[in-house]
DNA sequence: TTGTAGGCGTTATCAG
DNA sequence: CTGATAACGCCTACAA
């Protein structure tokens, strides 16, 4: 009635053509289309041919969300939850996830939680309400109850890099007690009898268990231990080891560094100090340039795409048999020698 | 009738209870339970009570899949595109991006695609089927035509690190010439005589650019340009470099290298060679370690989160207003020296 | 081989 | 303020 309205502006947004749209355009049935995107059999060729070149004159495409309501099986989707994709463990971590679900055609939705409980719990219940088929969590912390609650409820999940006690469920981390016993274990056996130990917060399960292989290789050689803990950053890691260095009290003649970016910063201060040749380091990950750097490094070298890959074959597997007993993996990471080895304790 | 049948092999995968099985328990129409669950007003505190209760005792999510057909505007998704998440350059760009989408409650769809143009067809075909509301693309390669196709039909995209020629869309990219164009004078300026250059695949656009830069400085200075290209990995530029160094027809005194991972194996045949101080490189990103390194490096340094986040801002702003002219940002990658720069051509 | 009816879980419309 | 009813786009059943 009304043709003083203004014109609306501009939809731009591109409605897609629906698959009745199709069926109109070939003159056929919604179910025939339906047939020959999905490449169902009995499909006559003539008919195929018709609604094919209407799908390509519409430019049609199906709508993933509409078949997910109400296809069964759904085309299956993976939440993908870890601390920070710009963490070189981690983003190996994630494409070894992703090259495992990629191939299969699983499509992944992940997000980063920077250990925020908060953001965690959100990033969980957005991906619960994609109806993901199934969740891999590396390294969450603040949502215990709530994965605990999904795994209870029979939602196919592994978890990356963390033990969740008592939790029946995928799981998939590094040998991080037992390699850390046999790095300072070396060390010990090099003839250094002042090992000090670079940790972190003991309540992250990784800087537990590999503060806990310390102690255990401290033990085997009835030596006290010597620990710093709460370091967590570059600068608490050099801030630390100046200290170390600089008070003659202390005098360690060996660095165990529990953690790559504990390293890297023990690296710096061992640097400004000239200090290249009393002390061995052993950190976590790669470490750049390392055969370029004094002093000696030992390196424990996980394999976080490994791990990733794991993960996602363990999920996959669930998926498939959602009462396949839950596996743990330890995956071996072995220590390796960026130099000679030859220092010894001055 | 038949009772002979085997029970299903356990259901396992828990149905999530629905909303009218919410309207039912809390005896209220479907309608009402979708006004408390977007919190839209007009609610009687009673009503809402009770339908809260019912949410809490059946432990009720919408399902956003759903909630994404019959909704509008419908909740908003985002699909991205990247070559590598594990590349650190790309992984800090995702954070870029993520960061910014996450704060505003948009969920990302991403993908590797590690430069295959078949994958990467594959990923952006897929998210079109999520039918996602925008496209962040970092690093394409393979598909251009669809890109611009989408684009065409107007959906809100954003180009990163690349820019598609005759594109109208939103980009963002580094300043990729004139930083290395910068950079090369510097050794020019310093009294390097003979820079060489080692480049990357120049049908890579940030490598033209790169290479471009280059070459502009040498005109500026009337030098003949020399220039290795096609060293697109570490042990390639390990080799040329060695190559460089070990012939004494060659016998470079700068060296500018156009990317990272040429820049890591220039350094790691440097070493090797014991050449710490008659060479000087450049590289892009970050080089760890740096302070530590011989020989003399200046860095132009990207800020690929900075670079992510725009990208982002861009997107959201263009999902408001689709009519927003489309926007080239070009980031400043800023020259930085993590030595003295005091070395002189030897 | 093909088509019709019904439903997936949610929101929009338009009555009460 | 509240609630039927019709979409949304697709698939599964069950005919024809």
Redesign the pocket.
């Known amino acids: 009635m009304i043709a003083m309205e203004t014109a609306p502006p501009t939809p731009q947004r591109p409605?897609?053509?629906?698959?009745?749209?199709?069926?109109a355009r070939a003159?056929?049935?919604?179910?025939?289309?339906?047939?020959v995107?999905?490449g169902?059999?009995?499909?006559?060729?003539?008919?195929?041919t018709r609604v094919e070149a209407a799908i390509a004159e519409l430019g049609?495409?199906?709508?993933?969300?509409?078949?997910g309501?109400?296809?069964?099986?759904s085309p299956r989707t993976i939440g993908y939850v870890q601390v920070d994709a710009a963490n070189p463990f981690f983003a190996r971590v994630y494409r070894g996830v992703e090259d495992v679900l990629q191939r299969r055609g699983l499509v992944m939705i992940a997000g980063s939680t920077d250990g925020e409980a908060a953001r965690e719990r959100q990033l969980l219940e957005t991906l619960i309400?994609f109806?993901v088929d199934g969740l891999v969590v590396a390294a969450a912390a603040g949502s215990d109850d709530l994965v605990r609650h999904e795994v209870s409820q029979g939602t196919p999940l592994v978890c990356i890099d963390r033990v969740l006690e008592d939790l029946p469920c995928d799981t998939v981390v590094s040998s991080n007690r037992d390699s850390s016993r046999a790095a300072v274990r070396h060390l010990f056996d090099r003839g250094h009898a002042h090992v000090v130990c670079l940790a972190g917060d003991p309540s992250v399960w990784t800087a537990a268990e590999r503060l806990a292989g310390y102690h255990e290789a401290c033990a085997e050689v009835a030596v006290d231990p010597w620990v710093v803990t709460g370091v967590d950053t570059v600068e608490k890691a050099a801030a630390a080891t100046r200290v170390l260095l600089d008070d003659p009290a202390f005098a360690p003649t060996a660095i165990f560094s529990a953690q790559d970016r504990i390293t890297a910063g023990a690296l710096t201060a061992l640097h400004e100090r000239g200090r290249q040749h009393d002390v061995a380091l052993f950190g976590f990950d790669e470490i750049p340039f390392a055969e370029q750097l004094d002093p000696s490094v030992s390196v424990v070298a996980q394999d976080p795409y490994g791990m990733g890959r794991r993960a996602a074959e363990r999920l996959l597997r669930r998926l498939d048999d959602a009462s396949a007993p839950p596996q743990l993996d330890v995956i071996d990471a072995p220590l390796r020698h960026r130099r000679s080895g030859d220092l010894r304790p001055s």
Not at 15 to 23: D, G, K, L, P
Not at 69 to 73: D, G, H, M, R
Request: glycine share 2%; hydrophobic share 35%.
């Open positions: 409605r897609r053509a629906t698959m009745s749209e199709v069926a003159g056929v049935s919604m179910k025939s289309v339906s047939r995107v999905n169902e059999a009995h499909v006559s060729p003539d008919l195929a049609y495409r199906p709508d993933r969300r509409a078949r309501l109400a296809a069964t099986p309400e109806r």
